[in-house]
């Protein structure tokens, strides 16, 4: 099993662009799961999107670390390619105050599973950009946090690691609003490297939405959970605002905070989340 810190909320948080209502009479928990997760990172009907994401971490020994970020993010669609592996996500995180000002990460992840995601830094004390290929590189930590760049990249894999059933339907009260969910339990698919051993699922009916996430170790403790603790909307639809996440191994907490989600005045286009032309990224440009 590989143990994942409560940060990998901000990988949920990040991919949360447009989400779209599914009409179904009869759905299965595996279907579910697909949904939730296609809702992440589709823009098929806009020119991009752009949001600044506060991320606020609180260490087991008092320390404390914040990180702002500026966030692009567009979604690509191949029409020639099948359903399955038409779309390729591009996001781009730009490091606002601090040491690491200036710093850029970039990822570029495909739909088709059987093609891995990109993932680049851009360091501006060096003026480099580096492409982040071993192991040991995309293990580095994200954000002063115990997430990993690999992390993020992973964050779409859910439904091809899990086999998800439907437990219940219940009721789910965030920030006083009383939202109808399902409750999913998770098991591992056979030969899988999964991050929890077990894991239990609230996910909104309306929207298709993660509203809380327990994932549990070998021995059935509990070993993280995240929390959606207030609520935004955007075009019409709701989208999660704030993510709690409580690491029970290591007492971390983590607070991530998603504002200002708007559409850009002018298309993202390809280029502006080529690798090659970060060192001349302009975030003014964006309205940052």
């Not at 899988?192 to 309306?206: G, Q």
């Not at 021995?219 to 955007?234: H, I, K």
């Amino acid at each position: 099993m590989d143990r994942k810190s409560p940060l990998c909320a901000l990988a949920v948080a990040v991919s949360v662009i447009v989400l779209f209502t599914f009409a179904v009479s009869a759905i299965t928990g595996n279907e579910i799961l697909g949904q939730m997760e296609d809702s992440f990172g589709t823009d098929r009907a806009g020119d991009g999107l752009l949001m600044s994401v506060q991320v606020e971490n609180t260490y087991a020994g008092g320390f404390e670390s914040s990180y702002h970020l500026a966030v692009l993010a567009r979604t690509l669609v191949d029409p020639e390619q099948p359903e399955d592996r038409d779309e390729t996500a591009l996001v781009l995180m730009y490091f606002r105050g601090g040491d690491d000002e200036g710093s850029i990460f970039l990822l570029h992840t495909p739909e088709d599973v059987t093609t891995d995601s990109s993932l680049w830094l851009f360091l501006p004390a060096l003026g480099l950009t580096k492409k982040l290929v071993s192991d040991d590189d995309q293990q580095g930590s994200f954000a002063g946090s115990t997430v990993s760049y690999g992390d993020i990249a992973g964050a779409k894999k859910m439904r091809d690691d899990y086999d998800a059933r439907i437990l219940r339907e219940d009721t789910y009260i965030v920030a006083e609003e009383t939202r109808d969910v399902w409750i999913l339990e998770l098991t591992p698919k056979q030969g899988t490297h999964t991050d929890y051993e077990h894991a239990v699922l609230w996910v909104d009916r309306e929207e298709f939405l993660m509203l809380r996430l327990e994932g549990y170790d070998e021995s059935g403790a509990l070993e993280s959970e995240l929390d959606v603790t207030a609520l935004g909307r955007f075009e019409g639809q709701i989208v999660q605002h704030e993510i709690v996440g409580l690491d029970h191994l290591t007492g971390d907490r983590s607070t991530i905070a998603l504002f200002g989600l708007r559409r850009p005045e002018a298309e993202l286009t390809i280029e502006t989340f080529s690798a090659n032309r970060l060192a001349d990224f302009d975030l003014s440009v964006y309205g940052f």
